[in-house]
């Protein structure tokens, strides 16, 4: 299996500051790799797919970047709506593993 | 509008079996792959395996790979995940969750509330 890896596991952080979060996979997937934002008691959601593409509806606010090995989610100007749990997940080999997660709380 | 139906919370005795349901709206259920992720109490998300409904090619994940059978009936547009028999460790959300490409399996774009299991004796 392809191994996901996020840093940093959690982070605090006030609204209005940029986060970065990385996720690196133990072997190249391509561009196949996908963001998801979970709320508590809720269903993931699809920020960003094929690494850089933003899904329909997402703020413009969050971006990401990278391919092969290593990939980055950035949210600027964090709103309070963003404090959540993030989540990357390739989907370039079976199966479609998802990384550990980074938890965005409150500083 | 693409809607994932999901089933009730189910509450279970170690050994018995279970199945969920994942019935779709809003889209032809044949066109896109659906698969089952679960996420144990205060844990992260694991993919456990995906389908296509047009000719029920199902992939898992290794650790999920004869503990849970993942079906679905396109004469209704519902997925079944199915447990022959429960363990304790089990207990989890279960989501359902759409692809995004259609034909191909990839990236969830539409997923289920997710389906509370509480397996307990």
């Known amino acids: 299996d392809i191994q996901l890896t996020q840093s940093p596991s959690s982070v605090s952080a006030s609204v209005g500051d940029r986060v970065t979060i990385t996720c690196r996979a133990s072997q190249g997937v391509g561009s196949s790799l996908a963001w998801y934002q979970q709320q508590p008691g809720k269903a993931p959601k699809v920020l960003i797919f094929?690494?850089?593409s933003l899904q329909s509806g997402v703020p413009p606010r969050f971006s990401g970047s990278g391919s092969g090995t290593e990939f980055t989610l950035n949210i600027n100007s964090l709103q309070p709506e963003d404090f959540a749990t993030y989540y990357c997940q390739q989907a370039s080999i079976f199966p479609f593993t998802f990384g550990p997660g980074t938890k965005v709380d409150f500083k | 509008e693409v809607l994932l139906a999901q089933s009730e919370p189910e509450m279970k005795n170690p050994g018995e079996s279970l199945t969920l349901f994942c019935e779709v709206y809003?889209?032809?259920?044949?066109?896109?792959?659906i698969g089952w992720v679960r996420q144990l109490p205060g844990k992260g998300l694991e993919w456990m395996g995906i389908?296509?409904?047009?000719?029920?090619?199902?992939r898992y994940s290794p650790f999920f790979r004869g503990r849970v059978t993942i079906s679905a009936d396109t004469s209704i547009s519902t997925a079944y995940l199915q447990w022959n028999s429960l363990k304790a460790s089990d207990s989890a959300v279960y989501f359902c969750?759409?692809?995004?490409?259609?034909?191909?399996?990839?990236?969830?774009?539409?997923w289920g509330r997710g389906t509370l299991v509480t397996v307990s004796s």
């Open positions: 969750a759409r692809t995004m490409t259609r034909g191909l399996p990839s990236t969830f774009d539409y």
């Open positions: 389908i296509n409904p047009v000719d029920s090619d199902t």
């Open positions: 809003g889209y032809t259920f044949t066109n896109y792959w």
């Open positions: 094929d690494a850089s």
